[in-house]
């Protein structure tokens, strides 16, 4: 499936929805997109890679990528995939070829739905006129064409998308395409329509004001005055805006306002005082004014507003008091805080409508004495009486924060605020005050703080059940009175790794409940629901029903009612490969209520928990990896110094004067079993390299189940004998076959064959067997031997791993063979799986492979079926000229001997790449034996010059390297190369160079 499969987008991704329109046109037979391609970066000139431009917004930008990246459609595809918008193309007609996934996604049509004309079904009918037109203008000129028009939604809705097309030019200045987007300003419209609808209100509203309002910018200059200010300012709002109140006001009375000003602004918060000015009547009025920052974009408090109430009436005669008061009343119902106001008693006189909406309370309940102790939290109490007290007594500003509980029975965090009234004596007469929900803000920078100590503490874990525990730790009290941290374990099922609650006892009940009340992993809801689906779940108030339905019997309902479970919340725990556990958070004994705030916190801190999870698992693997890479290097170097040992050993009696000629045959003889023994660990290193990065090659044919087993049995005879084993064969009732490759069966069945006797006490039985059972063939190795550890099993097909050091290093191995007989076996298509019954029981391996009729494909010969050059009478070789060169004195010399004593070829010697073009150009060899790895110039440059050279048409160049991948005979290939040895070469192997004239190129 492609990138644009609606299926493979991420769930819950914000996005911006987008649609694609110039489709106006027939639909045509060509593809709905061009096939994805693997190199990502577009293309142009000699390869390079043009700029993009930087402007011209997703339209240009995608007719750029379509001007630059004809050879790179993948990566034009990868870059539409992930913009918000919806993306098209079409033809230089109009017909659309092509939508990225946002298209699909915000309509729900099947590309045959979309493509062509089909899309004008998402237009909105008194759109698609307007549109139709914009669009016939824009092709038939060339031009870029903008609309905006509704488009129909998969969920039956219309969302106002801007579209915009453009056409893309070939190098002739012709219009060759077409390419467009539409971005979703559906949000936009509606917001741009309440702003225009609120400033309209807003201007109303304060128009109406019974008191002067007004706003000045962070200089103090007037941007804004209703009417009252106006008249009481006496001056014209067109003389006003854009002057400061040093220049509408005398000096002290401009002072005192700028005063107040910098007061709300450098405070942060509004103040309330009283302020004085003769007006256009001449006498000195006083006003209560409020004044309060208005904070910009980034939160910085950049201008100032303000609202006066006269009060010179009421501070002069009761009726002027009573008349302000009314205007207050009326102000303090239009602000969305909480206003009271109290006597010097202490008691409450009045309340705004804010107060009774959140707090569910009567009127009869909220002004009796203390009444407002029923909303306040029990434990803010004291401390709030104390600052009203402090308030009254010093005659100044009041500020407290403190809990109010809401109607539903929630606390939330209120900030409270109040400036006192004073009688002309100095005497305070009232409180005035209002109560400002604080609760997200203060809820977001605690939530904040704690994901921040979160990460810290998860960042220096280094172990999975530290982490999880830690984690649960975290969140118990500051977002859960209740966390249980649950695990998939390998058999499905739920492991506990962690519950916390501030009580011992309950976490001790936590793990208890559990145990006793497992969750079966087919339970519809909870925690199985959150793994199997990988999203969270939120149950905002956990009812009784709930619990009755989720308990197992009476008295496990009995602990959860007795427990007052409120609020619960499930995430889970995903890692890279998909859900591996889940986080449960209830709220029990604080009252929380979990709402959608709170889901997006518990999915983040599960998201740094499994991040911490995951970098624990992977720490451990490095370890265990790194202790296993220790112990492979320490095993891989006594296997390379035990052959060398005799090689030494033999090498020091060949010329010892005393060895007469059977000492050096049999030390020969020994030396050579040892090469041997070297090139098949490099072998089976160079095959694990090979399955690795899936470049082994198989060479199938039909293969006969009884012979592959005859041979490999054969192969390890001598071993059997040596450790005085008995073997007991079985082979296949009727005949079987495989469509295999006969030498890498060979080489499983050697493997299994040759564990079974090492780690058999001598003397002991070995049983091997095969047989087709369906249609599958079955090998089985037993064995008496010294058996596998329960907890080893999993491991032993793992890459290095070694079932016993101690053994395996006596035995001898580089714990590879296993894990290179699992994967031979799973590139066959079939399966492998050990069983033991522990140490000292024995072992037994099963081998199940697919089964073939004998007709089902051309049969496979093995390779040591040929005929043995060894053994062959072998004819004198034809004389020739041949040149040695390798790095490697030694290599280039031993070589160089073997080919005059025993070939009795020509020969000459050279050492780097230069002294080797240099001695061709003079020797005019027949054979050049070069090495790939020599420093300065490789044997690479030194076969592309030697072809170049007039004289070396005919040379027969062969690479003698240690790098065998098949990448690297490829690369020998096109360097000039006819044939390729991997190092150490078998001498026998140059002589069939020599003597097959077929093996020869021409010219």
């Given at each position: 499936m ?5 299926e493979?987008?991420?769930a819950?991704r914000?996005?911006?929805?987008s649609?694609?329109l110039d489709?106006?046109?027939e639909?045509?037979?060509?593809a709905t997109g061009p ?9 142009g ?7 993009l ?7 240009d930008?995608i ?8 050879d790179?459609?993948?990566w034009?595809?990868?870059?539409t995939?992930v913009?918000?918008?919806i993306?098209?193309?079409a033809?230089d007609?109009?017909t659309?070829?092509?939508?990225n996934?946002?298209w699909?996604?915000y309509?729900?049509l099947?590309?045959?739905a979309?493509l062509g ?6 237009i ?6 307007r ?6 203008r824009g092709l038939g000129?060339?031009?870029?064409f903008?609309?905006e028009?509704?488009?129909?939604r998969?969920?039956?809705?219309y ?5 915009r ?8 200045g012709r219009?060759s395409r077409r390419?467009g987007?539409a971005?979703?300003v559906?949000?936009s419209?509606r ?5 225009r609808?609120g400033?309209?209100?807003f201007a ?7 008191g ?6 962070s200089?103090g200059?007037y941007?804004?005055?209703?009417d009252?200010a106006?008249r ?6 067109s003389d006003?805006?854009g002057?400061t109140?040093?220049e509408?006001?005398?000096?002290e009375?401009?002072a ?8 709300a602004i450098d405070?942060?918060?509004g103040?309330?005082v ?5 007006q256009?009547d ?6 209560l ?5 208005i ?6 408090a950049?201008w100032v507003g303000?609202m006066?109430?006269?009060?010179t009436?009421?501070?002069?005669a009761e009726s002027a008091?009573?008349?302000s008061?009314?205007?207050f009343?009326h102000l303090?119902?239009?602000?969305p805080q909480i206003v009271w ?12 409508d804010?107060?009774?909406?959140f707090?569910?309370?009567t009127?009869?309940r909220?002004y009796?004495p203390?009444?407002w102790?029923?909303?306040v939290h029990p ?6 009486v104390e600052?009203?007290?402090?308030t ?8 407290a ?12 965090w ?5 400036v006192v009234?004073l009688d002309p ?9 209002t109560?400002?929900?604080i609760d ?7 939530d904040?703080?704690?994901?921040a ?5 998860l960042?220096?874990i ?6 999880l525990?830690?984690?649960?730790s975290l969140?118990v009290?500051h977002?859960?009175?209740?966390c249980a941290?649950?695990m998939?374990?390998d058999?499905?099922s ?6 916390a609650?501030?009580d011992p006892a309950?976490v ?5 409940l559990h ?6 992993p087919?339970t519809?809801?909870g925690?199985?629901?959150v793994i199997?689906t ?12 709930m ?6 019997d ?5 602990i ?6 409120r609020s619960?919340l499930?995430v889970?725990?995903i890692g890279r490969?998909?859900?591996m556990g889940a986080i ?9 209520r979990y709402?959608?705030?709170d889901l997006g916190?518990?999915?983040?801190l ?8 995951e ?6 693997a490095l370890?265990e990896a790194?202790?296993?890479k220790d ?10 110094r035990n052959?060398?040992?005799?090689i ?7 010329r010892?004067?005393d060895a007469?000629e059977a000492d050096r045959?049999?030390v020969r003889?020994?030396?050579e079993r040892?090469?041997v ?9 160079m095959?694990?390299?090979?399955i690795s990065?899936g470049k082994l090659q198989?060479?199938?044919g ?9 041979h490999?049995?054969e192969?390890?005879r001598?071993a059997l004998d ?8 079985e082979?296949p009732?009727a005949?079987?076959f495989l469509?295999a490759d006969p030498?890498?069966?060979?080489q499983v069945l050697?493997n ?6 090492k780690?058999t006490?001598?003397g ?12 599958e ?16 099993i999993?491991?032993?097909f ?5 079932v016993d ?6 035995q001898?191995?580089?714990?590879i ?7 031979l076996?799973?590139l066959?298509?079939?399966t492998?799986?050990?069983?033991s019954?522990?140490l000292?029981?024995?072992?037994e391996?099963?081998?199940r492979?697919?089964?073939?009729e004998?007709h089902?494909g ?5 390779p040591?079926d ?5 053994t062959a009478?072998r ?14 004195a030694?290599?280039?010399s031993?070589?160089?001997?073997v080919l005059?004593?025993v070939?009795?070829?020509?020969v000459r010697?050279?050492h780097?790449g230069p002294?080797a073009i240099?001695?061709?150009?003079e ?7 070069l ?9 690479y440059e030194?076969?592309r010059r030697l072809r170049?050279a007039?004289h070396a048409?005919?040379v027969?160049l ?15 290939k096109?360097a000039?190369f006819?044939h ?5 070469v078998?001498?026998?192997?140059i002589r069939?160079?020599l003597a097959?004239p077929?093996?020869?190129p021409?010219?």
């Amino acid at each position: 499936m492609s990138q644009d499969d609606p299926e493979f987008m991420p769930a819950g991704r914000a996005r911006h929805d987008s649609v694609d329109l110039d489709p106006i046109g027939e639909p045509d037979d060509r593809a709905t997109g061009p096939d994805l391609g693997d190199d990502e970066t577009p293309r142009g000139g000699e390869g390079q890679a043009k700029p993009l431009s930087p402007g011209g917004g997703a339209v240009d930008l995608i007719g750029q990528c379509l001007e630059q990246v004809r050879d790179s459609e993948g990566w034009f595809r990868q870059l539409t995939g992930v913009m918000p918008q919806i993306v098209w193309t079409a033809g230089d007609d109009g017909t659309v070829d092509y939508f990225n996934s946002r298209w699909y996604e915000y309509t729900g049509l099947a590309p045959e739905a979309s493509l062509g004309v089909g899309w004008r079904e998402v237009i909105h009918p008194d759109d698609l006129g307007r549109f139709l037109a914009e669009r016939e203008r824009g092709l038939g000129r060339g031009e870029v064409f903008e609309c905006e028009v509704r488009l129909l939604r998969r969920d039956g809705t219309y969302r106002w998308h801007l579209i915009r097309s453009a056409p893309v030019k070939d190098e002739e200045g012709r219009v060759s395409r077409r390419a467009g987007t539409a971005t979703d300003v559906d949000d936009s419209r509606r917001a741009e329509e309440a702003l225009r609808a609120g400033e309209e209100r807003f201007a109303r509203f304060m128009q109406h004001l019974p008191g002067l309002a007004w706003i000045k910018d962070s200089e103090g200059r007037y941007l804004y005055a209703n009417d009252a200010a106006e008249r009481a300012f006496q001056t014209p709002r067109s003389d006003l805006y854009g002057k400061t109140d040093g220049e509408v006001f005398p000096p002290e009375t401009a002072a005192l306002f700028v005063q107040n000003d910098r007061r709300a602004i450098d405070g942060g918060a509004g103040v309330q005082v009283i302020e004085t000015l003769v007006q256009e009547d001449g006498v000195v009025h006083h006003s209560l004014v409020s004044k309060f920052p208005i904070p910009d974009s980034a939160g910085r408090a950049s201008w100032v507003g303000g609202m006066a109430i006269d009060v010179t009436d009421r501070m002069n005669a009761e009726s002027a008091l009573r008349e302000s008061e009314e205007r207050f009343r009326h102000l303090a119902g239009a602000i969305p805080q909480i206003v009271w106001i109290s006597r010097p008693d202490r008691t409450v006189e009045f309340y705004n409508d804010r107060w009774f909406e959140f707090t569910g309370l009567t009127p009869e309940r909220s002004y009796a004495p203390e009444g407002w102790r029923a909303a306040v939290h029990p434990d803010d109490a004291a401390r709030l009486v104390e600052r009203v007290a402090a308030t009254h007594e010093l005659a100044g500003p009041f500020e407290a924060e403190y809990r109010l509980r809401d109607r539903n029975g929630f606390y939330r965090w209120h900030l409270g605020r109040g400036v006192v009234v004073l009688d002309p004596a100095g005497n305070v007469v009232r409180l005035l005050g209002t109560a400002t929900d604080i609760d997200d803000r203060r809820r977001a920078e605690h939530d904040a703080r704690f994901l921040a100590e979160a990460g810290i503490a998860l960042s220096s874990i280094a172990d999975e059940a530290g982490a999880l525990e830690r984690v649960a730790s975290l969140a118990v009290p500051h977002f859960a009175d209740w966390c249980a941290v649950d695990m998939l374990a390998d058999d499905g099922s739920l492991r506990r790794v962690a519950v916390a609650h501030a009580d011992p006892a309950k976490v001790d009940l936590g793990h208890d409940l559990h145990r006793r009340y497992p969750t079966h992993p087919d339970t519809p809801r909870g925690v199985f629901e959150v793994i199997r689906t990988g999203e969270a779940v939120l149950v905002p108030e956990i009812t009784d029903a709930m619990l009755s339905a989720g308990a197992k019997d009476e008295e496990h309902l009995r602990i959860l009612r007795e427990l007052g479970l409120r609020s619960f919340l499930c995430v889970p725990l995903i890692g890279r490969e998909g859900p591996m556990g889940a986080i449960a958070f209830i709220a029990a004994e604080s009252g929380r209520r979990y709402g959608a705030a709170d889901l997006g916190l518990g999915e983040d801190l599960a998201h740094r928990a499994a991040i911490a999870v995951e970098n624990a698992r992977l720490y451990e693997a490095l370890r265990e990896a790194d202790r296993r890479k220790d112990e492979f290097l320490a095993t891989l170097a006594h296997e390379l110094r035990n052959p060398l040992a005799p090689i030494r050993n033999a090498l020091h009696l060949m010329r010892h004067p005393d060895a007469d000629e059977a000492d050096r045959e049999a030390v020969r003889a020994m030396a050579e079993r040892q090469v041997v023994h070297l090139s098949l660990l490099v072998d089976d290193l160079m095959d694990v390299a090979r399955i690795s990065k899936g470049k082994l090659q198989l060479k199938r044919g039909v293969v006969s189940l009884e012979a592959v087993l005859a041979h490999a049995v054969e192969a390890v005879r001598t071993a059997l004998d040596d450790r005085g084993h008995s073997l007991i064969v079985e082979p296949p009732a009727a005949p079987a076959f495989l469509d295999a490759d006969p030498t890498r069966i060979e080489q499983v069945l050697d493997n299994l064959l040759t564990n079974a006797i090492k780690y058999t006490e001598p003397g002991g039985r070995i049983v091997v067997s095969a047989r087709r059972e369906g249609n599958e063939a079955v090998i089985r190795v037993a064995d008496s031997g010294i058996g596998i550890a329960p907890g080893m099993i999993p491991r032993v097909f793992e890459m290095f791993a070694q079932v016993d050091g101690r053994s395996t290093r006596a035995q001898g191995g580089l714990g590879i063979g296993l894990g290179l007989v699992k994967s031979l076996v799973e590139l066959h298509g079939g399966t492998i799986r050990a069983r033991s019954e522990g140490l000292g029981s024995g072992s037994e391996f099963e081998v199940r492979l697919p089964a073939i009729e004998p007709h089902a494909g051309p049969s496979a010969n093995r390779p040591d079926d040929r005929t043995d050059d060894r053994t062959a009478d072998r004819p004198d070789l034809p004389r020739r000229r041949v040149l040695v060169v390798d790095d490697n004195a030694d290599v280039a010399s031993s070589l160089a001997r073997v080919l005059r004593r025993v070939y009795k070829q020509e020969v000459r010697e050279a050492h780097d790449g230069p002294e080797a073009i240099d001695i061709a150009g003079e020797f005019r060899p027949d054979l050049v034996l070069l090495d790939i790895g020599m420093p300065g110039m490789d044997g690479y440059e030194v076969a592309r010059r030697l072809r170049a050279a007039p004289h070396a048409g005919g040379v027969l160049l062969v690479a003698l390297t240690g790098w065998g991948q098949e990448s690297d005979r490829l690369k020998a290939k096109e360097a000039g190369f006819d044939h390729h040895l991997v190092k150490p070469v078998d001498p026998e192997a140059i002589r069939a160079l020599l003597a097959d004239p077929a093996d020869w190129p021409t010219g």
